[in-house]
């Protein structure tokens, strides 16, 4: 079991690696057309062919892959953040406010989020530039996503409201905000790591959704998502089986982070 | 002793949502200076009492009413702020459970320095020089090294000197200690107890020293205050209590001591020794006092 964890840790790192330098590796950029060879077979120039507007597909997965290892983390940050806020106090806090926090958790979780990115998709203009496209997306995710940590974070907090040390603090006269900020914050950091780690493969297949619907990341930047959309080809596919590298690049980076991660690790 | 400056002198009732009267209008007095023992058995109100006088019973979800007169003012009446500024400046508080009241998180160097700089707007310089002067004070390493520990890293005897630390880091003139020695061995116990008669000399450190052994206590006390269902019953010095109990609940409390501690090794009541006892003298370090049967040496 140990060895496969780390043959899991090397592979999400030696997969992390290859996308930040997927500018060195691979020669091609990944919007230039090769007009004259479009659907191409596996070849020495084309490692995994290309695709039918002739772009070259190894260097639309490393730069795809770039986009989703680095934004889905960006947006489970920003989701953390927002749970720890909403959490971490209305826990510490108790009381109506406390209520009101779980109240507002519980809508966002009921919420259809898939239908609430759509709709938040779709008011966004069409022709939205790749790169506000990108930010947007995962943004939304971000936004969307804090509900269950929060609920996690929560309920951390409360239990150390309890704790004798916040009561020995408040008995040496310290405030609330500091007891919040220096007693319980540094308890709660085990869990805010953990919720973290835990939501980067949720993001990840997020996105991957949003992109087969087309809503994801805009053309021609490449994520996981659109690549997934040129699935869709089954013909294509059944010509060159080379093109489904991304769903099985997806299927392993997300198993390999379910691998990874072992909720006793984070027993703080 | 001088008994003329009254310290802190209450009335106190306090209820919790499910359990009502814990408190019934309690009136305690104390003095400057003044070690006063406070014992009850569980459930008395014992430490309901020590989180009132803090006015923090609300974070047990009790409720207090009554008054507490603490140098010339009324606690009661002060806004939330000032009583801030009281807590752990003025009013010192030790827990029961040392390992539970220091936060797993952070090195003990940063929670003395959290409760240094509750009160004082200072330079790192002179946060540093009050805490180590008071880990002398405690009979704690002071050093570096020892403030980067977690309180993972320490004994249950020096993780309660680093709580009593952070309580008499401000010199505070009233220090309440919640069974401060329930949770620790018998020669870890007597070390404490020795601490806090050193403290009330040195600092000249008024003690409410609450617990639910009568023994430990008498050598330590210059008086001993009898709790039981939320009323003080009876308040006198360790001889009288011992030697002649007023109360029903006190005679039966002290009737029920075990008979070996109650003899002296020459068959004398220790009443007799309690009564000429000297707070400066009294809790020796006693190897001894881990056996069982020689528990006297300790009110010796």
């Known amino acids: 079991m140990k060895l496969l964890r780390r043959t899991a840790a090397a592979f999400l790192i030696a997969v992390f690696i290859a996308a930040l330098f997927a500018g060195v590796l691979v020669p091609v950029p990944y919007a230039k057309q090769f007009r004259d060879s479009p659907n191409a077979m596996p070849s020495r120039i084309h490692l995994l062919g290309t695709d039918e507007l002739g772009r070259d597909l190894f260097s639309r997965l490393l730069y795809g892959s770039r986009i989703s290892l680095l934004l889905a983390p960006a947006a489970s940050l920003l989701a953390t953040i927002i749970a720890a806020l909403v959490g971490g106090v209305a826990g510490y806090a108790g009381g109506w406010l406390e209520r009101i926090a779980l109240g507002g958790t519980d809508l966002a979780m009921s919420l259809p989020w898939l239908f609430l990115l759509l709709a938040a998709r779709a008011v966004l203009p069409l022709n939205l530039s790749p790169a506000a496209s990108l930010l947007i997306t995962f943004a939304l995710l971000g936004f969307f996503g804090w509900a269950a940590s929060a609920r996690v974070i929560c309920a951390g907090a409360r239990g150390l409201r309890d704790s004798d040390f916040v009561l020995q603090a408040k008995a040496c006269g310290c405030s609330s905000r500091r007891v919040l900020l220096q007693q319980v914050l540094p308890n709660l950091r085990p869990a805010l790591f953990a919720q973290f780690l835990i939501s980067i493969p949720v993001f990840i297949l997020t996105e991957a959704n949003l992109g087969i619907l087309g809503l994801g990341v805009s053309e021609p930047l490449p994520s996981w998502g659109g690549l997934l959309r040129g699935l869709e080809n089954w013909s294509a596919v059944q010509a060159n089986p080379a093109r489904l590298a991304p769903l099985l690049l997806l299927l392993v980076v997300v198993s390999c982070f379910q691998l990874v991660l072992r909720q006793e690790d984070f027993a703080p | ?300």
Request: hydrophobic share 40%; aromatic share 4%; net charge neutral.
């Open chain 2, 1 to 300: 002793m001088t008994r003329t400056t009254s310290l802190l002198s209450l009335c106190l009732s306090a209820d919790y949502p499910d359990r009502p009267n814990v408190l019934r209008t309690l009136a305690l007095e104390m003095y400057s200076g003044e070690i006063l023992g406070l014992i009850g058995q569980s459930g008395s109100g014992k430490s309901t009492l020590a989180l009132a006088i803090l006015r923090l019973l609300h974070l047990h979800k009790g409720n207090q009413r009554g008054e507490i007169w603490f140098q010339g003012r009324n606690l009661m009446g002060v806004s939330e702020r000032e009583m801030r500024s009281v807590r752990g400046r003025e009013l010192g508080l030790v827990l029961q459970s040392p390992l539970s009241a220091l936060n797993p998180a952070l090195r003990i160097g940063t929670q003395l320095e959290e409760a240094w700089r509750a009160h004082v707007k200072g330079s790192d310089d002179a946060a540093r020089k009050a805490i180590l002067e008071t880990l002398l004070s405690v009979s704690l390493p002071a050093e570096r090294s020892f403030l980067r520990r977690y309180s993972s890293q320490l004994s249950v005897g020096q993780a309660q000197r680093v709580i009593i630390a952070m309580a008499i880091l401000h010199r505070p003139s009233l220090l309440i200690a919640d069974e401060p020695t329930s949770a620790l061995d018998t020669i870890t116990q007597s070390e404490i107890l020795r601490l806090f008669a050193q403290l009330s000399r040195e600092l000249r450190m008024g003690i409410l020293y609450i617990s639910h052994d009568l023994l430990s206590v008498a050598a330590l006390c210059h008086r001993i205050a009898i709790l039981h269902a939320g009323q003080i019953l009876e308040c006198a010095p360790p001889a009288q209590i011992f030697g002649a109990p007023q109360h029903v609940y006190t005679q039966k409390l002290v009737a029920a001591l075990p008979r070996g501690a109650l003899l002296d090794s020459d068959g004398d009541k220790v009443s007799s020794v309690v009564a000429s006892h000297e707070v400066e003298e009294s809790v020796k370090p006693s190897v001894e006092s881990s056996i069982p049967d020689q528990i006297p040496s300790i009110v010796r």
